[in-house]
């Protein structure tokens, strides 16, 4: 059975093994997740899971939502077999063990709009010799006649919004469970800010 959980990123602690080496570690909130609907191939196309996690107030909440109950959020996990799962049914960090390897997913922190230098890594136009308000510029776009008709191409690196991605970290080892907490400890870094929904899943 392909096991996953929702949870919020809460920060970078370290642990201590039985030798005594510390391992630097992400702290995932991750109460009780309840299962919402169950997806199947005949009624919708594909076989899936949703669970709903969180609690948000009811004025928040649409009213076809309100039937599932008053979550935060909703997330769908697809897997061919979901014969195991019940809707109203509670999923907690119980279905991990120290030990999974797992892959974790969330957006990455947001940024903002912002230029060549920071956005790409750009260097710059040259700080001395007369330069005048180029110091952090892209410098030319290749626009002329010679290049793509005198357009500029599509793909180019230029300024813009930066962060808010959705990116999956992959084998990261379940270092510590606390089940009375609700908590899970996860080796490395994970995408995004405190407070960040995070999915946790073993495949």
């Given at each position: 059975?392909?096991?996953?959980?929702?949870?919020?990123?809460?920060?970078?602690?370290?642990?201590?093994?039985?030798?005594?080496?510390?391992?630097?570690?992400?702290?995932?909130?991750?109460?009780?997740?309840?299962?919402?609907?169950?997806?199947?191939?005949?009624?919708?196309?594909?076989?899936?899971?949703?669970?709903?996690?969180?609690?948000?107030?009811?004025?928040?909440?649409?009213?076809?939502?309100?039937?599932?109950?008053?979550?935060?959020?909703?997330?769908?996990?697809?897997?061919?077999?979901?014969?195991?799962?019940?809707?109203?049914?509670?999923?907690?960090?119980?279905?991990?063990?120290?030990?999974?390897?797992?892959?974790?997913?969330?957006?990455?922190?947001?940024?903002?709009?912002?230029?060549?230098?920071?956005?790409?890594?750009?260097?710059?136009?040259?700080?001395?010799?007369?330069?005048?308000?180029?110091?952090?510029?892209?410098?030319?776009?290749g626009g002329?006649?010679?290049?793509?008709?005198?357009?500029?191409?599509?793909?180019?690196?230029?300024?813009?919004?930066?962060?808010?991605?959705?990116v999956t970290?992959?084998?990261?080892?379940?270092?510590?469970?606390d089940a009375?907490?609700?908590?899970?400890?996860?080796?490395?870094?994970?995408?995004?800010?405190?407070?960040?929904?995070?999915?946790?899943?073993?495949?």
């Open positions: 059975m392909k096991k996953f959980l929702i949870g919020t990123k809460q920060g970078m602690t370290q642990l201590f093994d039985t030798t005594g080496a510390v391992h630097p570690v992400t702290l995932i909130a991750a109460p009780a997740n309840t299962v919402t609907q169950i997806k199947t191939t005949e009624a919708d196309g594909y076989s899936a899971v949703q669970v709903g996690f969180g609690t948000q107030k009811e004025q928040r909440i649409n009213r076809p939502q309100k039937k599932k109950g008053l979550f935060r959020s909703y997330k769908e996990f697809r897997m061919g077999d979901t014969s195991s799962f019940v809707v109203g049914n509670t999923i907690d960090v119980s279905v991990f063990a120290e030990g999974d390897i797992v892959q974790v997913s969330g957006l990455t922190k947001a940024k903002g709009f912002q230029g060549v230098v920071k956005r790409h890594g750009f260097k710059g136009g040259p700080r001395s010799h007369g330069q005048k308000h180029s110091e952090r510029e892209a410098g030319s776009i002329g006649p010679g290049r793509a008709g005198g357009r500029v191409v599509k793909g180019l690196k230029m300024a813009g919004r930066m962060g808010a991605d959705r970290t992959t084998n990261l080892k379940i270092a510590k469970i009375e907490k609700g908590e899970i400890y996860v080796t490395g870094a994970v995408p995004g800010r405190k407070g960040t929904v995070i999915e946790i899943v073993q495949k």
